[in-house]
């Protein structure tokens, strides 16, 4: 089984800076696309950024293009996701998800997810 596990949460002021890590193990994390959602209260969970299995190639919702960086280690089984410039709706948890399909938007494609870190970016 797939365990991820995520860290790096935190409380932060707006236009401040997080990064959140994701550490993967139990199967070989190469062959996984890896991404990140997050989720507030009575709101479904929503995509943010994702990476393929060689880290070349990135996808990220609009509202965090140019402020959120998505980046994997495959050698240390690691993704992480960059978080600057944050805004205070950027508030939610983070949780970070593995996937072996293809439409990496998709919360429904995923087969693995961790349990959450909160973050919260205060005004």
């Known amino acids: 089984q797939v365990q991820l596990v995520e860290s790096g949460g935190g409380l932060v002021q707006a236009g401040g800076s997080l990064r959140l890590s994701c550490a993967f193990s139990?199967?070989?994390?190469?062959?996984?696309?890896m991404g990140w959602f997050r989720q507030v209260p009575g709101k479904e969970r929503e995509f943010v950024s994702a990476?393929?299995?060689?880290?070349?190639?990135?996808y990220y919702t609009d509202s965090v293009k140019g402020r959120f960086t998505i980046s994997r280690d495959n050698a240390k089984n690691t993704v992480a996701l960059q978080m600057n410039s944050l805004k205070p709706e950027d508030t939610a948890v983070y949780y970070c998800a593995a996937t072996r399909r293809y439409y990496y938007r998709a919360i429904t494609e995923y087969d693995f997810w961790g349990q959450g870190t909160q973050v919260t970016v205060s005004s």
């Open positions: 139990g199967r070989t994390f190469s062959i996984y696309a």
């Open positions: 990476i393929d299995w060689s880290g070349g190639n990135t």
